[in-house]
Structure formats: C-alpha cells, structure tokens
C-alpha cells in the first residue's frame, strides 16, 4: 500500500515537459495535451507539422465541440499509428507497456533493438536516503529513473557488468536486492513482489554470462519459444523467460535432450501398482515425452517417451477416478492417470504430439522385464541390423553393431570389461559372488515390480538399490537410462557411425592432444594396455570433438571415457560423454574448464556452511582449489581405486552433481583432525591423498587394478582402509540436506564470480600483449579496453550479428573481442583529440581502413590502441606521419578522390589490392554496415584466402601455429625513414587541407591557425608546381613558362631543407600493398586526424552537402567545378568561419591564379605531387601549427565521457548529477 501511494504522490514520470502544445476548448476548464517536446526546436517541429496537416482542416467546422473532438480523435489516431509502427508485427505487448519501454527508450537514449521485458516501482537507496522511481529490466541493461522534489537520479548498469546479485534483508535495507559492479554497490527495496523481480534479473544476469562465456550459444538462446495465449499486463519477453526457466528446469528434473521444449503441466494423480495408491503429482507434456513428478520428492518419477506410447484413452470416471486417462506402452506397461483438470483438451495434445512422431522411431526398447513377451511391433535399425528387444542377459548387446570399414569391432557392440575379464562362473568367486548375484536378483524384483526401460517407475527404492552398488551387468544399461543418454541414442540412430566416418583422418588442435593423452587414460587397467581399447577411445573422443569444436577435447575426459567404455558399447559411451558435457556437467569441459570452478566456488561455500572450522584453514593452505578441480572434473576416477570411484558414477549417473559435492564434503569431514594440524598445501594434499587412495570396494567382483596414485602416496604405517558403500553412507545422512535447486541458485551466484574474474583475467593479459610504446599507461590501456569490450558487446546485442564478429573463445585473447568500422567509427568521434565536426566519420572511416589490415573488416584491441596512440603520443613528426598515411590509400579510399583515376598514377603497384575506382561514390555516404559488404567485393583475388580461411575455421579448431608466425612477424623491426612515404597526388593534399580545416574550427585559436594552414596549403601548392617543373617529361605540354618562372625563385628561396628523419623505426611504413604491420601502427594517429580534415574539404569543394553523393566527374565538369586550388582550401575555411582576415583570402587569390593557368588541359593536374619531408617543412616554419598538434591532450577524460555515452547517460537536473555504475 506505501509503495501504491508513493507512486501516486511523488510518481517519477510527473515531471512537466518544459514546451507544450495545448487544445481549449473555448469557455472550458479542460487543456487537452496535442504536444510536448524537451526542446524548442523539437516543439516547433510538432507546430509546423500541425500548421501544414490540421489546422486548415478546422475550419470547415462549425462549433468548437465539434473542433475539440476531431483535434482528440486524430491526436490517438497518430499516436496510435506510431506505437503500432515502432512495435514489430505479432506483438502482443499491452498498450501500458509498450508506452513504459517507449518511455524508456526515450529517458535513457537506448536503440530500437533494446528491448524492455519488465519494469516495477521500487526505490533505490542512495547513501541512506530512498529514492521512489521506476527500475526497468532490459535484455542488456538494468536501469533506474527518478524525480523526485527537483532531485533527478538516473541509473544504467549493463548486465555484463554486474559480478554480484544477492537478495537479501537487514536492518538498514528491509528485503532488499543488491546489486554490485566492479565499482559500485546498489541496493533497491520497497518491491511489491521482490521475488519475481530477483527471478528476473536473475535471468537476464545469466544470460549476459552466457554471452560472455560463449557468444554463439548465446544467439541461440536467444531464439525464445513463442507464447501460444498471450496474458494480459506482460511482455511477450517476460512471457518468453518465463517459458525458458521451465523448460530448463523441466529438461533437468528428467534429464531430457536440449532441445525438448515443454508445451504445459497440469496437477493429477498417478495409479503406482507396486503400492496400490494414486500419488498426487503434477503431469508435464512436451513433444516427445510425458513426465510425471510426486509432490513428495522420492515417491514417483516417470517418463514416458511418446515413442514408446500404443495407446492413449479416456477411461470411465466414477467418484473413486474422476477423469480417468490410460497411457499403454509397447512395453506392455499402462499407466492410469486421474484427477485431470482439462482431460479433453489434454488427451487432443497428446494425440497432435503422437501425429508428429515418427510411426516407426529407429531404435529400440532399452530392456523389458524378464517375464515379459515380444512386442509385437518392434523397432528396428537401418540397414537390416537388427537390435534385439530386450537384454536379458549380461552377454546381450544393447545396441546394434556398428560397422567400421567392415570389420567387427568388440567394443561397436559391448564394453570392454567384458571383452579383457575372464569370465569365471559367479559360484566360483566365493562371498563376493554371491553378494553380486543377490544384487543382480534384487535388480530383477524391482524391474519385475517397476517396471524395465525408460518407462520405469523412480522411487525412493530405486535410490536404495542404486546406494548399494549396480551389479556390473546392468551398469551400462542403467548409466544409459538415469543419464537420458538412451533417448538422445535412439532418436539418432547412425549419427555417431557418421560422426567416425566424417572425423577419420582429420587433424586438428584437439586430435593432437586426444593422441597425446590416449596412453594416459587407465594404463592400469588391461583394455587400455592394447590397441582394441585404445583405438575405441580415440574414435569416442575424436568423434565428440568433431560434434562440439566449442569444447573440443579436454583433460579428463579422456579419464571418464575409457571408463564409460568399459561398460557399453562405442556408441553408448558417446552418448553418455554427451549427456555428461552437455548436460550434467555444464560448461565443465570447455578450453577454461568454467563449469568445474563454479562448482569448485559453491564446494567453499557448502565448507564454510557445513565444515566452519575447516573452512578456515582450507582457505588459508589454498587446498580447495588444488583438490576440487581433479575431484569433480574426473568424478572421483583420478584420484581413488578405480573399483570404488565407479559406485560414486553410479551415484551421480542417478542424483546428478549434488552426489560429487556430497562426497567431497564427507571426505573433509572424516580428515578434518588431521587437516586442521597440516602446515602447508603439500601436506594437507598428502593426507588427502593417501585417503582416497584406501577407499575401498570390497564387494567388487573385477580384479583389483593397482592405483598408480597409491604408489606414490603410501607411507611407513599400513593406512586405515574405509568402505567406500560406508563413505557413500555418512555423506548421505551428514550432508543429504543439499538439494538441486539449491545447487541451482548457488551455481548463478558463483557462475558471476567465476566468468568476471576470468574476464579480469582477459583484460590483463590484453593489456600485457600491447607493445610499451604505445605511449598509454596501464590504467589507461585497461580503461580503454573497457570502452571497446563494451562497444563490441553492444554490436553484438543490436548490431548485425555476422559470424566474424562474434567471439570465439577459442581464439587468443587478444582476438576474441572486435569490432567493426560503424561500432570504430563510433569510439573515435568520442575519443579522437581530432575533433573534426561533420567530418569526423570520414576520418574514422580512413583511420579504420589504414588499421584494418588483413581487409576482414574488423579490428583487434590492439590495432584499435595503435590507432589512438598515433593521435595521443610521438613527437610532431609522428603525428604527422600518421595524418598523412590518412589520406594515402588504404586509408583514402577511391570515393574520396574527386579524381580517383589520377591516384592510381603514383601508386601503380597497389593498383591489385586497392578497390576498383569505379565502385560508387555513394558507397561513401551508405550506412558502414551497407558499406561493408561492397568493401569486401572489392578486394577481389586478395580477400578469397580470408574468406577461404574464415571457412575453413569454422570447421576446425584454429592452427595456433598461424598465430606464432603472425607473432613472429610482428616484432621484426622494419628499417625505414620518413622518405620510404610514398608522394602525395594533387587530390589528396586536396583531402588533407580540407582535414586541418575542419580540425581546427573548433579550437580556441582558429582564426590564427586558419592563417596558417592557408599560408602553408599556398606554399606547399606552390611547391608542388615547381617540383613539376623539373620533372616535366619532354612528351608534357609546355606550361605557362613567364608565370611560373615569377614564382619559381621565390619557392626555392622559401623551401626550407629536408628536416633529418627524426622517427622511431617502429613507425616504418612500407607503400600499403605490402600490406606491412608498419601501416597499422604507425599510421594510427596521423590517420585520425587526416580523416577528419578530408571530410571538410569534400563538403566545400564540390558544393554539397556531405549527405549529397560526389559523382565521379567527367573532365569537362572538373575544370570548374571540382578542380583542387588553394584558392578552394581557403573557400572551405570561409564556410566554416565567416570572418576570415583579408590576408588569407588574398593569398588564396595568389594561389590560384597560379593553379589556374597551370591547369591548360582541364582535368586535375596529374603530375603534380609533394612529399611528407616538404610538407613537415613548411608546418615547421608555422609554429601555431607546431603548438597545435604538440599539446598534449588527456585520454583519461574522454573514457569518462565515453564510459557514460556506453551506458546512454541522461543528463541530470543540476542539483544532482545521476549516478552510472558499471565499467
């Protein structure tokens, strides 16, 4: 109720606009509200548009009610026409909301692709003062606003940022949600329903990490299930989460594949025959499976694959079945539910679903009770291989053989324990024996009472049976069901025999280190001391690495397989290493094994909850994170006998991780004396380690297989040996309180702290990549890395997602975050100390040309730092270097030359790998987006092998050997002086003039520097006739000889000598079809600023405006129009400020007398041209010039400002400036 009346007294969306337009009906108390703008601009905007479309209108009515309803009518008519534009077709939202996310958009500048999906009223404490306002939950952003008696705070955190989110309550903050930045702590409270606010941001938190962690698995959650009846008052994103949430959930509890989507539940009761009761529980459909899950949590779990389903019927309700719905299997089981809600409508899903399966799904019936008949249907596999029914026996194979180049493989259809044991009768193994037999009999009670197969019921009685050991016949079978392993294996059949076929001989980074560890895995055992059991593991592993190139291979799962191996056949093993890395084990087996260090985080966070005492001395002996990691990443099989390690699988297989941490726990527990009196790791790893080592299974039937481990870590007292069934035992009745949603919530929590800390991690070694003579400090380079992450992330949220510039964490740090020429474009205008007004995107775009040297279209970090180092740090000449490479191609491209042809005349050796001169002028004023792609075309032969190279990453790891060499190339130091520079053409001094004026026309000494640039562009022009003079070739037309010869003595006379190269080596620059790594370093800083100047120059000399095209000009019109004079560098100057002193204008005068008469053949002059050393010199003799481009300018500054664009800052009220959080 406060929280309602807030929102009423003091709601933050009351603010006044400062212009309105309002409608009164004469003689009326009533203002109707027609407009409202932030601005006077925008408000005569709305005006204008009134005066041209209604007000003429009115005057064909005769009353003023008339007038007053026509006015209101067609207001909501616009507005509503305007919102259904903005919202896409399909759109459910509610018209409430689409005006909060309009609102939105508009409070905190966000794009069209930034989608809201929830807002709530709260409050924000801010020191100890709330804040009433409004919190709006975006796809990428967090964002708060209030406004409160004149105080305004605006909040914007991007969910990438956040590395901590807690709900929590305490005296100072009653149930309040936290939310921490790398510098920032923020708390909101006062929610009406804080619990599906936290749920929410939970989500979307989660989902930034996903994108972190692997972008393209990301972009394919993003493909959200429709919502099929859409609810008033939410969003069809909200509605989307919501879905995903339980279809996640839904896909855990059953251990369903990926890609099953829940299509409802509905609450019923289950008839279970083995106790004679109806269990009330929830029903849940999909489209392929039905499930069934008790409220008591162990009474019954059932899954039935549609699949399997005959027949489907409603039965006759009576008082004892209300709505009665019989289920039967092939397997002869039928399943009675009751209590239906919706029978009807629930029966005709079941059936649509039942339509949609195939008639005859290849694949079989996992096992049938032993009693029981052949199904009169069977299913079966291609290929005339038949799969028998049901494995009664542990000799049947549970799958169908698989063929390789024809010969029979022992382990295409069974484990290879069978193959290497000797079989000996169980009578002759004496106790143990028996023990095994009495196991394999009360297996066979429970298939006969339950049920065999997929359709088995899961009760409290199963977990039992499975505690106490599965007998070694039934393992592989049982692994198969309680993984969900089977199902994905029958609803594939042959795709692993072609996953063999297609990875055979095909070499990778993951083979190699497959090849490397194959020998590795067991060596103990007798089926990996052979080229059978060796040759199967390799085939498993490639093969998984060949389906999932993300994880590709990784340490211990070669560890895990050989064991999975041991129990099933080929294909089974594979798909259980599937249901382990993708399912089971989220994220464990990646290049940054993220999913163990999660778990290892919540393994601490249960010790200090359970083990306080330990907890302690763990942290400080730094054990934790040694032990965890082998213990979860291998499932225990590294570190104890082999015999015992395998009931903890079978434990896991059933429970899930929960079993892992368990154990993990009971192992602290029963060392914790000994552990607190350890000194040191080693120590505390020793007494761990000679524990494990003695866990033993004395119930196993297999022969004992030495522990290489055990040999290293025995000491001089014979150890204490402790039952692993024992084990199993303690943790269940110390620890059994650990359940899968708690597990859940602790997973999010340290998947924040696990994935940003590695992103730390990323920025380090980035930073530490760049070479030290950039010139930035470690905390700027750091800052700056940030702001480009950042620009990349928002690319990826809103921009076009092309395959290039997704990240692939694959790749080296430094290659895994790029960006492209618009999100480039972008970062410069806020960060260039070229600020060149208008023609800044003409500058970036040349800057980015200059960087972008493999021509793919994006740049790494470290070309971007190169880029902005060049315009930051180095001596003048640097800095000019780097403006000049700006209007040389690369950088310059055709477009940008009025005459592009004449370019080519001092550059015929780049002629291949420029782009055609006669691509469109437009291409220049297109969208960078648009323009990316005739970029690329024009690249011709030169850009197939990136492309070729592109492909062929896609389908295999990357050759890290082509980063070495790429590394190696880099820090050969290039000889070369400022007269390696090739000469610069007539049109590009042109573009370079125009760069310095539009550069200098917003400093505070333009006036001076005008001067001065005139003084130069004159002189340099003048030069450039000269130089042309002598190196006429006899077949030129003869010049005006009488006035050059006027200018001739005054030009040398003024030409100061060649300055001595003063630049470091590194700034070497080669003629760009090289394509050297020079180009991009040095060329970084002059590049910036050549740009910006270029853009201005084009605006006034061809006349137009930088939205109009420059078409390509025929000669004719170039002679009056386009022709490059001083005197047109002097015009753009006027244009930009009127008040130019006469001086300036008269040596435009003076100049261009000269180019004109020079110019006799009415085309723009092609053999002139000046040099970098000539046009250093004449800067040189200007020292407002010098002054200019010597300041130093600070970076850090513009992070800041950068840094609050990156999070859409809104401009605040002055009495308080809104606070940003996030870096």
């Not at 603010?15 to 003689?27: E, G, W």
């Not at 394509?1075 to 910006?1092: E, F, I, L, M, V």
């Amino acid at each position: 109720l406060l929280v309602g009346t807030l929102d009423v007294v003091l709601d933050s969306s009351a603010r006044v606009a400062p212009y309105r337009i309002l409608h009164q009906t004469q003689d009326s108390q009533v203002y109707w509200t027609v407009a409202c703008g932030s601005s006077r601009k925008e408000i005569t905007k709305h005006w204008e548009w009134l005066e041209n479309n209604l007000l003429q209108t009115l005057s064909i009515f005769d009353n003023e009610e008339d007038i007053t309803t026509f006015v209101k009518g067609k207001i909501h008519g616009i507005i509503a026409e305007e919102n259904k534009s903005l919202q896409p077709q399909g759109d459910e939202d509610p018209g409430k909301f689409k005006e909060a996310e309009l609102k939105m958009r508009k409070q905190f500048g966000m794009p069209e692709g930034e989608k809201l999906v929830n807002y709530y009223s709260c409050s924000y404490w801010k020191g100890r003062v709330p804040r009433q306002g409004w919190l709006y939950l975006t796809v990428n952003h967090l964002c708060f606003y209030s406004f409160l008696l004149g105080k305004e705070v605006s909040l914007v955190v991007q969910w990438v940022d956040v590395t901590r989110l807690e709900k929590n309550a305490t005296l100072l903050f009653p149930e309040s949600i936290r939310v921490d930045t790398r510098d920032k702590e923020l708390f909101f409270s006062m929610f009406l329903n804080i619990s599906e606010t936290f749920k929410l941001m939970e989500q979307l938190a989660n989902l930034a990490m996903r994108q972190l962690l692997d972008s393209e698995g990301f972009l394919e959650d993003k493909a959200l299930p429709r919502p099929i009846r859409p609810h008033r008052n939410i969003s069809a994103l909200k509605r989307d989460l919501d879905a995903r949430a339980k279809n996640e959930c839904y896909r855990a509890t059953f251990r369903l594949p990926r890609d099953e989507r829940l299509d409802g539940h509905t609450s019923c009761t289950l008839w279970t025959p083995f106790n004679k009761l109806h269990n009330p529980g929830q029903m849940f459909i999909s489209n392929n499976y039905i499930c069934f899950a008790s409220k008591e949590e162990d009474a019954c779990h059932l899954i039935i694959p549609l699949r399997e389903v005959t027949i489907v019927e409603k039965a006759d309700s009576s008082s004892v079945l209300p709505s009665p719905l019989s289920i039967s299997t092939k397997s002869k089981m039928t399943f009675l539910f009751a209590n239906l809600k919706d029978r009807d409508f629930l029966v005709q899903r079941i059936s649509d679903f039942l339509q949609k399966t195939p008639s005859k799904q290849q694949g079989g019936s996992l096992a049938g009770g032993r009693a029981s008949t052949v199904d009169p249907a069977p299913e079966s596999l291609p290929a005339s291989q038949e799969l028998p029914q049901a494995p009664t026996s542990p000799s049947s194979p549970l799958c169908g053989r698989l063929s390789f180049n024809a010969l029979e493989v022992p382990t295409a259809s069974q484990g290879l324990l069978k193959v290497f044991q000797r079989h000996s009768p169980m009578e002759d193994l004496g106790p143990k024996g028996a023990k095994e037999k009495a196991k394999e009999e009360a297996w066979d009670i429970h298939f006969f009472e339950y049920g065999r197969g997929m359709c088995m019921y899961r009760t409290a009685q199963t977990r039992q049976l499975v505690l106490k050991g599965i007998p070694e016949s039934l393992r592989g079978e049982l692994w198969l069901l309680f993984s969900g392993a089977w199902n994905e294996m029958v609803t594939h059949p042959g795709y692993y025999a072609e996953l063999v076929e297609k990875s055979t001989g095909k070499y990778s980074m993951a083979t190699e280190e497959i090849e490397r560890d194959l020998h590795r895995s067991m060596p103990e055992h007798p089926a990996f001391q052979n080229e059978l059991g060796i040759a199967a593991l390799r085939r498993v592993l490639t093969a998984y690495a060949f389906r999932n190139p993300t994880i590709g291979y990784c340490q211990a799962m070669n560890i895990v397989t050989s064991v999975l191996l041991l129990y099933g056949s080929e294909e089974e093993a594979f798909w259980l290493l599937v249901a382990l890395c993708e399912r089971m084990l989220p994220d464990y087996y990646n290049t940054r094994v993220v999913g163990a260090l999660v778990d290892q985080g919540i393994f601490e966070e249960l010790t200090r909850d359970f083990l306080p005492r330990l907890s302690e001395k763990m942290q400080d002996l730094g054990v934790i994170s040694s032990i965890s990691l082998s213990w979860f990443l291998t499932l225990f099989l590294s570190v104890m006998p082999f015999e015992s390690a395998v009931v903890i699988v079978d434990c896991f297989f059933y429970e899930g991780i929960k079993v892992i941490l368990q154990v993990a726990l009971a192992v602290l527990d029963a060392n914790m004396e000994q552990l607190l009196d350890c000194s040191d790791e080693g120590e505390a790893m020793t007494v761990l380690g000679r524990y494990l080592d003695n866990v033993v299974n004395k119930q196993s039937i297999s022969l004992p297989i030495p522990h290489l481990h055990a040999l290293l870590t025995s000491g001089d007292d014979p150890p204490v040996e402790v039952d692993i069934f024992d084990l199993l035992k303690v943790s269940y009745e110390k620890f059994s309180c650990l359940r899968a949603e708690d597990i859940e919530q602790m997973r999010f929590k340290q998947r924040l702290k696990v994935i940003q800390s590695l992103e730390d991690t990323a920025k380090r070694s980035v930073v530490r990549a760049i070479p030290g003579d950039v010139g930035f400090s470690v905390e700027e380079l750091e800052d700056l890395y940030m702001v480009f992450k950042a620009k990349h992330m928002a690319s990826q949220y809103w921009g076009s997602h092309s395959a290039a510039s997704r990240r692939d964490p694959s790749l080296p740090f430094l290659e895994q975050y790029r960006i492209g020429a618009s999100q480039f474009q972008e970062l410069f205008a806020s960060l260039t100390p070229w600020a060149c007004g208008s023609h800044t995107p003409v500058l970036a775009g040349r800057m980015f040309r200059l960087l972008d040297q493999n021509k793919d279209l994006l740049i790494n970090f470290k070309e971007f730092v190169t880029g902005m180092s060049a315009m930051y740090h180095g001596d003048l000449t640097e800095k000019l270097k780097a403006l000049y490479k700006l209007h040389l191609p690369p950088a310059l491209s055709p477009e940008e030359a009025e005459s592009a042809l004449e370019a080519t005349h001092y550059f015929t050796e780049d002629s291949s790998s420029e782009a055609s001169p006669l691509t469109s002028d437009l291409d220049l004023f297109l969208p960078w987006e648009a323009q990316a792609l005739p970029q690329e075309e024009q690249e011709g032969s030169g850009n197939e092998d990136v492309r070729g190279k592109k492909e062929e990453k896609g389908t295999s790891p990357p050759d890290y050997r082509h980063y070495l060499r790429m590394w190696a190339k880099e820090k050969e130091v290039q000889e070369e002086t400022i007269k390696d520079l090739p000469k610069m053409n007539q049109e590009q001094f042109i573009e370079l003039c125009k760069t310095l004026y539009n550069m200098f026309s917003e400093d505070a000494l333009e006036q001076d520097l005008y001067h001065a640039i005139a003084t130069v562009a004159s002189l340099l022009l003048r030069i450039g006739e000269v130089g042309k003079k002598f190196s006429a070739r006899a077949v030129g037309k003869p010049r005006d000889g009488a006035h050059s010869g006027d200018h001739s003595g005054a030009t040398e006379e003024d030409e100061p000598p060649t300055p001595e190269p003063q630049q470091d080596p590194t700034w070497a620059h080669q003629p760009p079809a090289a394509g050297d790594a020079q180009a991009k370093a040095g060329g970084d800083t002059h590049t910036g600023k050549a740009t910006q100047e270029g853009q201005a120059v084009a605006e006034a000399g061809s006349g137009e405006g930088q939205g109009s095209p420059c078409q390509l000009l025929s000669d004719d019109e170039t002679k009056d129009d386009v022709s490059v004079s001083s005197y047109s560098v002097v015009s753009t100057g006027s244009l930009q400020c009127e008040d130019l002193t006469d001086d300036t204008v008269l040596v435009g005068g003076e100049a261009r007398s000269l180019t004109a008469s020079s110019r006799t053949g009415g085309t723009v002059d092609t053999d002139w041209c000046i040099s970098f050393e000539q046009i250093l010199a004449s800067i040189l003799t200007e020292s407002v010039l010098v002054n200019f481009f010597e300041k130093k300018v600070d970076i850090g500054a513009k992070i800041k400002e950068q840094k609050k664009v990156e999070r859409q800052f809104s401009t605040a009220s002055d009495q308080e400036q809104p606070e940003v959080s996030g870096s």
